[in-house]
């Protein structure tokens, strides 16, 4: 399917890459791969796979060598992202690729750590098979459960008291990942809690909380002198019960975060689109003709979204 003729492309200078001479060098440094369309899944995340190990190799690229475990991981988390944005617009098109870019960064790191050690990727690979076996004795044993809630019930039981997978005698949320952003930590740190009860009765006190703690943010802010007022900290608890109000009603508040990052953006893009054309300057000066193109802006979003559901509906 392939071979590697040699690396001899890399010493080539920039300046001379596109000349004749340089020309017939690549012709035999490149690695001569031909791709073939798969038609089932697994031979299609082989091939995915030997792609990933050509371009970690001596002879492939020297970006992708030069990647790390944190790189990529990071671009894992980029693309998980632009994923969730093609669920939210529903562009199959878009799923269909960004899915791939998730799976290519997935095996980018299987391959980083096969290249230390072999084993590392087969006993992954097992380890997990044997957990999901383990953990849903409803499916792969006689268990019986009735419904989603007990089957998470029986999850937390496994890990717990046959896993021993629990939290240090001295730390409740010791394995709450320490390197998670602050907003994730806080989901994370609430949905803890939960699992042993501590939890409000109905979201009627979530919202409480949310307005008891911007009422404080209130107070610190117009007595910035009081040396108890922390207008910081008070910002936090407010941020905190957001987003406790968030998983609350289930929804993941990064994601949230997210969507409305988005808006924001499409919203203000639209926005200096129309000032431009209107010879509108954006500055302090011209803010009541800002604010009335952006609730043009925002009337016909409004529209269009509902116009495109009653079609839909019809």
């Known amino acids: 399917m392939y071979s590697i003729y040699s690396n001899i492309i890399m010493s080539i200078p920039w300046e001379h890459m596109f000349s004749r001479r340089a020309s017939r060098a690549i012709l035999f440094a490149m690695i001569d791969y031909s791709l073939e369309k798969k038609t089932t899944l697994d031979a299609a995340l082989m091939q995915l796979f030997t792609i990933v190990q050509l371009l970690r190799s001596k002879d492939g690229c020297p970006w992708d060598r030069e990647q790390t475990h944190k790189s990529v991981a990071t ?33 980018m790191l299987l391959e980083m750590h096969q290249e230390s050690d072999p084993q590392f990727v087969i006993d992954s690979l097992n380890d997990v098979c044997d957990k999901l076996i383990r953990r849903h004795p409803h499916v792969f044993s006689d268990h019986v459960v009735s419904g989603s809630s007990e089957v998470l019930d029986v999850w937390n039981s496994i890990k717990v008291n046959v896993e021993g997978k629990t939290h240090d005698s001295d730390d409740f949320f010791s394995r709450v990942p320490a390197s998670l952003p602050p907003l994730e930590k806080a989901n994370e740190i609430q949905k803890k809690i939960r699992k042993v009860g501590f939890d409000w009765p109905n979201v009627e006190g979530v919202v409480e909380k949310v307005k008891e703690e911007l009422s404080e943010v209130v107070v610190a802010k117009e007595n910035p002198d009081e040396k108890r007022e922390d207008l910081e900290m008070e910002l936090g608890d407010l941020l905190f019960a957001v987003v406790n109000l968030c998983r609350y009603l289930g929804y993941n508040p ?31 000066d011209h803010v009541d003709e800002m604010d009335e193109l952006w609730n043009e802006i925002k009337a016909i979003e409004t529209r269009d979204a509902y116009g495109t559901a009653s079609e839909q509906n019809a």
């Open 254 to 284: 990064s994601v949230a975060l997210h969507r409305s990052n988005q808006k924001m953006q499409r919203r203000f893009n639209a926005l200096y689109s129309l000032a431009k054309q209107r010879g509108i300057q954006l500055d302090q």
């Open 75 to 107: 671009n894992l988390l980029d693309e998980t992202y632009e994923y969730i944005d093609t669920l939210v617009s529903k562009d199959i098109g878009g799923q269909k690729e960004e899915i791939g870019d998730v799976l290519l960064n997935a095996m």
